[in-house]
C-alpha cells in the first residue's frame, strides 16, 4: 500500500505563485522502488478531472495547453516527490489539485512488484481576480 501526502495548496491573487507538493511513501512491508510517472490533475466545481502536468521516470514531461509556460513540473526520485510550481496563476486556476502516481513499483525480500496507481487526497487552490 502507497500513501501520497499533498501540501502547498491555499489562496493567492492572480499573477501570484503557488507550489504543490507530494510525498508517496510505503505504509505496508517493502519499499518504493520506482514509479513511472508522477504528476497532477485538477477538477474545478461542475467539470470533469484533467491532467494539468505529468513527468515521466526518464523525465519527460507533458503539460495540458492552458498552463503551458506558466507551470513547472519536478519530481525528486530520491524522495519519491513531485512539485508543481504554479507561476502567473488565472482565477480559471481555481481547482482542487490531486497527485496522481501511475505505475509504481513496490521492493520486497521476495522481488520487485508492481503496486499499482495512487491519488492523494486533494489540496484547494483559489485564485482570486
Known amino acids: 500500500q502507497v500513501q501520497l501526502t499533498e501540501s502547498g495548496g491555499g489562496l493567492v491573487q492572480a499573477g501570484g505563485s503557488l507550489r504543490l507538493s507530494c510525498a508517496a511513501s510505503s505504509a505496508a512491508s517493502g519499499i518504493i522502488s520506482s514509479i513511472d510517472a508522477m504528476g497532477w490533475y485538477r477538477q474545478a466545481p461542475g467539470k470533469a478531472r484533467e491532467l494539468v502536468a505529468q513527468?515521466?521516470?526518464?523525465?519527460?514531461?507533458y503539460y495540458v495547453d492552458a498552463v503551458k509556460g506558466r507551470f513547472t513540473v519536478l519530481r525528486d526520485n530520491a524522495k519519491n516527490e513531485v512539485y508543481l510550481q504554479m507561476n502567473s496563476l488565472k482565477p480559471e486556476d481555481t481547482a482542487v489539485y490531486y497527485c496522481?502516481?501511475?505505475?509504481?513499483?513496490?521492493?520486497?525480500?521476495?522481488?520487485?512488484?508492481?503496486?499499482?496507481?495512487?491519488w492523494g487526497q486533494g489540496t484547494q487552490v483559489t485564485v482570486s481576480s
Open positions: 513527468i515521466a521516470d526518464g523525465g519527460n514531461t
Open positions: 496522481h502516481c501511475g505505475g509504481v513499483y513496490t521492493r520486497h525480500w521476495y522481488g520487485r512488484r508492481l503496486a499499482g496507481d495512487y
